[in-house]
């Protein structure tokens, strides 16, 4: 089985920084793309950024120049660092990685973490 564990998030003030991490555990071999997702309430899950095993980045529009995206290949981590908030970026923020476990037969999977709110407001 494969975990993805979010921590971070919570409540941010309008131009204000937060941080989320990401750890992924379990029957891992390798893991190809990492990133984030959000849902805020009335809208659908949108992308916030990805990043590949080899360090290239995606941001959705709304969020570059204020987030970055990293992770660390030894730790099978990824972070979001969140600056210049927004009221906007209130929402359950989702850890996502594309994952071939041991024993798969290289074949990749999805997994994702249960969410993480995160709240913009003064």
């Known amino acids: 089985q494969v975990q993805l564990v979010e921590s971070g998030g919570g409540r941010g003030q309008p131009g204000g920084f937060l941080r989320l991490s990401c750890a992924a555990s379990g029957s891992i071999f390798v893991i190809n793309a990492m990133g984030w997702y959000r849902h805020a309430p009335g809208k659908q899950r949108e992308l916030v950024a990805t990043i590949t095993r080899g360090g290239d980045t995606n941001y959705a529009d709304s969020v570059k120049g204020r987030f970055t995206i990293s992770r660390d290949n030894a730790k099978n981590t990824v972070d979001l660092q969140m600056s210049s908030l927004k009221p906007e970026d209130t929402a359950v923020y989702y850890c996502?990685?594309?994952?071939?476990?041991?024993?798969?037969?290289?074949?990749?999977?999805?997994?994702w973490g249960q969410g993480t709110q995160v709240t913009v407001s003064s």
């Open positions: 996502n990685a594309v994952i071939i476990r041991l024993g798969s037969g290289w074949t990749p999977y999805d997994y």
